[in-house]
Protein backbone atom coordinates (compact mmCIF):
# COMPACT_ATOMS: atom_id res chain seq x y z
CA UNK A 1 0.00 0.00 0.00
CA UNK A 2 1.06 3.62 -0.86
CA UNK A 3 1.74 5.80 1.93
CA UNK A 4 3.05 9.90 1.79
CA UNK A 5 4.53 11.85 4.42
CA UNK A 6 6.44 14.64 5.15
CA UNK A 7 9.81 14.58 3.70
CA UNK A 8 12.68 13.78 6.64
CA UNK A 9 16.35 13.63 5.87
CA UNK A 10 16.33 10.07 7.98
CA UNK A 11 13.93 8.67 4.43
CA UNK A 12 16.47 9.56 1.91
CA UNK A 13 19.13 8.09 4.04
CA UNK A 14 17.57 4.90 3.86
CA UNK A 15 18.18 4.94 -0.10
CA UNK A 16 21.41 7.37 -0.35
CA UNK A 17 25.69 6.13 0.62
CA UNK A 18 27.50 8.91 -1.21
CA UNK A 19 28.56 11.68 1.40
CA UNK A 20 27.79 14.54 -1.15
CA UNK A 21 24.09 13.13 -1.17
CA UNK A 22 23.94 12.94 2.56
CA UNK A 23 24.77 16.77 2.37
CA UNK A 24 21.43 17.48 0.12
CA UNK A 25 19.79 15.25 2.03
CA UNK A 26 19.78 17.12 5.04
CA UNK A 27 19.83 20.86 3.38
CA UNK A 28 16.39 19.41 1.44
CA UNK A 29 15.01 18.55 4.48
CA UNK A 30 15.27 22.77 5.57
CA UNK A 31 14.92 24.41 2.20
CA UNK A 32 11.80 23.74 1.43
CA UNK A 33 8.78 21.12 1.91
CA UNK A 34 9.27 17.55 0.44
CA UNK A 35 7.43 14.22 1.11
CA UNK A 36 8.42 10.35 1.32
CA UNK A 37 6.54 8.07 -0.81
CA UNK A 38 6.11 4.45 1.29
CA UNK A 39 5.42 1.38 -0.37
CA UNK A 40 4.51 -1.44 2.34
CA UNK A 41 6.39 0.50 4.58
CA UNK A 42 9.54 0.96 2.89
CA UNK A 43 10.64 4.05 1.56
CA UNK A 44 10.44 4.01 -2.08
CA UNK A 45 11.43 7.76 -2.91
CA UNK A 46 11.89 10.90 -1.60
CA UNK A 47 10.94 14.70 -3.18
CA UNK A 48 10.62 18.55 -2.20
CA UNK A 49 10.92 21.61 -4.11
CA UNK A 50 14.02 23.64 -2.84
CA UNK A 51 12.61 27.28 -2.17
CA UNK A 52 15.69 29.89 -3.12
CA UNK A 53 13.11 32.94 -4.55
CA UNK A 54 12.74 30.32 -7.22
CA UNK A 55 11.77 26.67 -6.82
CA UNK A 56 14.51 23.74 -7.28
CA UNK A 57 12.97 20.75 -7.78
CA UNK A 58 14.98 17.18 -6.13
CA UNK A 59 13.73 13.81 -5.81
CA UNK A 60 15.86 10.79 -5.10
CA UNK A 61 14.67 7.26 -5.68
CA UNK A 62 15.32 3.48 -4.55
CA UNK A 63 15.82 0.64 -7.24
CA UNK A 64 12.17 -0.77 -6.39
CA UNK A 65 10.15 2.79 -7.34
CA UNK A 66 12.20 2.99 -10.24
CA UNK A 67 10.52 -0.54 -11.55
CA UNK A 68 7.04 1.13 -10.48
CA UNK A 69 7.36 3.79 -12.78
CA UNK A 70 3.42 4.62 -12.86
CA UNK A 71 3.14 5.09 -9.21
CA UNK A 72 6.41 6.90 -9.24
CA UNK A 73 5.50 9.61 -11.82
CA UNK A 74 1.64 9.83 -10.27
CA UNK A 75 3.08 10.12 -7.13
CA UNK A 76 5.96 12.76 -7.79
CA UNK A 77 3.80 14.71 -10.18
CA UNK A 78 0.62 15.16 -7.62
CA UNK A 79 3.20 16.08 -4.37
CA UNK A 80 5.02 18.76 -6.97
CA UNK A 81 1.70 20.35 -8.12
CA UNK A 82 0.87 20.08 -4.05
CA UNK A 83 3.78 21.98 -3.25
CA UNK A 84 3.89 24.42 -6.30
CA UNK A 85 0.58 25.78 -5.38
CA UNK A 86 1.23 25.71 -1.70
CA UNK A 87 4.06 27.79 -1.89
CA UNK A 88 2.43 29.90 -4.89
CA UNK A 89 5.81 29.55 -7.10
CA UNK A 90 5.57 30.89 -10.12
CA UNK A 91 8.76 29.10 -11.74
CA UNK A 92 9.74 25.63 -10.92
CA UNK A 93 13.68 24.27 -12.40
CA UNK A 94 15.24 20.94 -12.25
CA UNK A 95 18.91 19.55 -12.98
CA UNK A 96 20.33 16.44 -13.28
CA UNK A 97 24.41 16.10 -13.09
CA UNK A 98 24.40 13.15 -15.35
CA UNK A 99 21.21 13.91 -17.28
CA UNK A 100 20.32 10.49 -19.21
CA UNK A 101 17.55 10.47 -21.56
CA UNK A 102 15.07 8.66 -19.24
CA UNK A 103 15.35 11.25 -16.83
CA UNK A 104 14.76 13.75 -19.03
CA UNK A 105 11.64 12.12 -20.14
CA UNK A 106 10.57 11.74 -16.65
CA UNK A 107 10.98 15.58 -16.25
CA UNK A 108 9.15 16.52 -19.15
CA UNK A 109 6.13 13.90 -17.78
CA UNK A 110 6.45 16.19 -14.79
CA UNK A 111 5.93 18.93 -16.95
CA UNK A 112 9.45 19.89 -16.84
CA UNK A 113 10.83 22.17 -20.17
CA UNK A 114 13.74 21.28 -21.17
CA UNK A 115 15.71 25.36 -21.75
CA UNK A 116 17.76 26.06 -23.93
CA UNK A 117 20.35 28.33 -22.32
CA UNK A 118 23.49 28.52 -20.43
CA UNK A 119 24.16 28.10 -17.38
CA UNK A 120 27.35 28.94 -15.27
CA UNK A 121 28.08 27.74 -11.95
CA UNK A 122 30.96 28.44 -9.84
CA UNK A 123 32.84 25.74 -7.66
Not at 15 to 44: H, R
Not at 51 to 73: R, Y
Request: glycine letters at 6%; proline letters at 1%.
Amino acid sequence: MNEIRKYRMEDALEILSDKEQIAFAMLNEVAGPGFTWFKDKKVMGCGGVRVTGVGEAWAVFSEDAIKSKKDLLKLTAENFKSIIETMNLWQVFATAKDMTQEQANFLEHLGFEKCECFIYVRK
